[in-house]
């Protein structure tokens, strides 16, 4: 179990989800899996249907986005204080391993034929990992500090140190922050809530590196 | 707190390989956008922007084999070569980070079957690796890909590293290239132009996209400043307009914050700035929302251009050239024109640069809007100035 802190200075990790194949792991507990449908799209549905997620948007968003916006939903589900804060202090920071290219994939699929060439704008818009982020921001309305980083593996020095910098700084209040990756049919979401600790609560989890791989494990 | 110099620079463009043979045309009015109709890029005949491949090639076999690397790697070593021979900076030491910010990457090999490259080379962090491994660099790099923005969340990203200390000097280096991937999906959203780009004009119908690479090396090393009055990164913020993926905030919002946050950061209170670096797509809506946001921010008196008629839409490179351009025009004193831009065609009256001017610029904002509906800003000053 990660280290509890009672320290009320530090930045704390609020709620957790971690979203792979075929579960979804809330506050390190498994909280849903459906072996009825185990396939990606599916089970993405799945998980949309299970927590109420009302939010029409989410079909027409592509598989990157899919996942990543499921765990955000999760992870804010229960914490409205968010909501509360400047729009413009809840930052969102992502990292991702292989951008959009799912989506880059389909959407060549529509230019290399010449005698069937079909670009679609649609399927286009998707080709950019930050869009994820868009989604995010656009359905819970966040206008704070937004960056998508690219990394071969989640580095949860690099993010926690980065979203520390913000929360310290004061360019933001709370984050949604973490890492969503789809390629192939294999996808992981690890999404945290951070916000700074006003109260002294027990049982807080502090934004720490070494925490934050205790979680992940 | 320590000041963050701006070292040394380079841009790699249709307008040449270094930042002073690009600084030169954009003073003399001159594009690089040209008509293509090469099959690899384009259907029908288009506008864009190019780097010269037989330059590429050729400058680049002085530094390593041109086969070993993508286009878009060699534009990246090249640059950053070009910028570090401007200093004393050994970026194979621990205390050098680079920051990369590219859109699509290598993109280009997605559309080539036959490309000879490992297939984890269309990976955004393997540019990084193999750039990286070419400085011999065992710093782990930061890589970022946020859209249009991207070039200006690379520096403000580069410059937290050298605030917080951790690092002395940071490579910032942003690019993407040109292939038939871009381009069709912007047309496919009917907001390419026929012409080259008109930013702000009334008769602006869409984008011309570009190629190129920018570096810009920061440092808080005052050392490794060679001029009296150097030209410092004063703060800079990312926001997003959380109103639509694919189109700009309908009142400048989003872009409105993040001038404030930059300006909040620098420790700027007043609106006497010099100059307006904008984004300028030359899409309606962008500039529409621009005009909006520099108008919210009590700018609206600023001079401002885009430079994006010179260059098109360098995606991942946009940001840092048109930085880099600020810095020269502080270290010039003069404003670039807005190629293009002749009839007012934004709802609020900001001061549009319509000619080349020799003038007094000690600082300059760049701004910046992009899918995802990210917005992000910089403020550069000289030393002595506010």
Known sequence: MP????????????????????????????????????????????????????????????????????????????NEQIKELDPGKVGVILQNSHSSFDTDSKYNDTIKDKSNYFPSPAVFVYTLPNVMIGEICIRNKFQGENTCFIAKEFDTEFISEYVTGLLDSDKIDACVTGWADYIDGEYCAMMFLVEKSKENIKDNISFKPELLNQLIK | MNKIYTIADNIITSLGFTSQENFSALKAGKSGIAKTSDPKITQAPLQVSQVNSERLNSDFSELGNPEDYTRLEKMMILSINNALAQTE??????????????????????????????????NLWAISDSVCNFFNSKVKPIFISNACISGVTAINTGAQYLKNQKY????????????????????????????????????????????????????????LVKEENPVIFRGGANTNDAN???????????????????????????????????????????????SKAIKWAELDHVPVNSLKSYWGHTLGAAGLIECIAGIHSIKENCLIKTLGYSEHGVSEPINIIKEFKETEVRNFLKTASGFGGSNAAAYFSELNAD
């Open chain 2, 89 to 122: 900076i050994d970026p194979s030491k621990e205390d050098t980070l680079f920051v990369f910010s590219s859109v699509k990457g290598n993109i280009d090999l997605i559309e080539d079957e036959n490309h000879p490259f490992d297939k984890d080379r269309i």
């Open chain 2, 168 to 223: 002395k000097h940071v490579i910032v280096c942003g690019g993407d290239v040109i292939s038939e991937f871009t381009p069709s999906g912007f047309q496919s959203f009917k907001a390419v132009s026929e012409n080259p780009c008109k930013p702000f004009d009334a008769n602006r119908d869409g984008i011309t996209l570009g190629e190129g690479v920018g570096t810009i090396i920061l440092s808080t090393d005052k050392n």
């Open chain 2, 244 to 290: 639509h993926i694919s189109g700009p905030s309908r009142t400048g919002d989003g872009l409105y914050y993040a001038i404030r946050n930059t300006l909040n950061e620098a420790g700027k209170s007043d609106t006497m700035i010099d100059y307006i670096s904008g984004h300028g797509t030359a899409t309606p809506y962008n500039d529409e929302m621009e």
């Open chain 1, 3 to 78: 280290t509890k802190t009672t320290n009320n200075m530090e930045n704390i990790i609020r709620k957790y989800c971690i979203i792979k194949p075929h579960k979804v792991i809330v506050d390190g507990k498994v909280e849903f899996s459906d072996p009825e449908n185990t396939e990606y799209g599916a089970f993405m549905k799945s998980i949309y249907k299970h927590y109420e997620v009302k939010y029409p948007k989410y079909f027409k968003m592509d598989n990157l986005c899919k996942v990543a916006f499921l765990a955000s939903e999760i992870i804010l589900q229960g």
